[in-house]
Nanobody, 124 residues
Framework: QVQLVESGGGLVQAGGSLRLSCAASGRTFSNYIMAWFRQAPGKARDFVASIWWSSGSTYYVDSVKGRFTVSRDNAKNTMYLQMNSLKPEDTAVYFC?????????????????WGQGTQVTVSS
C-alpha cells in the first residue's frame, strides 16, 4: 500500500523559512515524478514544484523560482521542499503527490498518490 506522509508545516512570519518533508513508502518510486501542490481556502489545488525521482531533475512554477527548492533523499525515500523568503500568498495546505510517468504534468488529476497535506501559514 502506497503512503505519502507530509510533515513540517507551521506558522512563520513573512521572509521566514520552512522545510516540508514527504515520506514515501509502499513501492519503488524510481519511475515516478514526485510533486508538491498547494491549495488555499476556496481555491484550486495548484502545482508548485516537481522532481524526477531517478534523475533528480526539478521543475518549478514561476512564482516560487529562486525561493523554493525541491530535493529527495533516495536512502530515506523522502522528498523535501525548502521554502525561503516566504510570503503571505504562500499560505496554503501543501500536498505531496506521485505520478507514475516520466512526463511532467501540472494537473492534479494526473497524480495517482497523495499525502494528507500539511498547513503552511505565513503572517505579514
Amino acid at each position: 500500500q502506497v503512503q505519502l506522509v507530509e510533515s513540517g508545516g507551521g506558522l512563520v512570519q513573512a521572509g521566514g523559512s520552512l522545510r516540508l518533508s514527504c515520506a514515501a513508502s509502499g513501492r519503488t518510486f524510481s519511475n515516478y515524478i514526485m510533486a508538491w501542490f498547494r491549495q488555499a481556502p476556496g481555491k484550486a489545488r495548484d502545482f508548485v514544484a516537481s522532481i524526477w525521482w531517478s534523475s533528480g531533475s526539478t521543475y518549478y512554477v514561476d512564482s516560487v523560482k529562486g525561493r523554493f527548492t525541491v530535493s529527495r533523499d533516495n536512502a530515506k525515500n523522502t522528498m523535501y521542499l525548502q521554502m525561503n523568503s516566504l510570503k503571505p500568498e504562500d499560505t496554503a495546505v501543501y500536498f505531496c503527490a506521485a505520478r507514475g510517468s516520466f512526463v511532467l504534468s501540472r494537473s492534479p488529476y494526473e497524480y495517482e498518490y497523495w499525502g494528507q497535506g500539511t498547513q503552511v501559514t505565513v503572517s505579514s
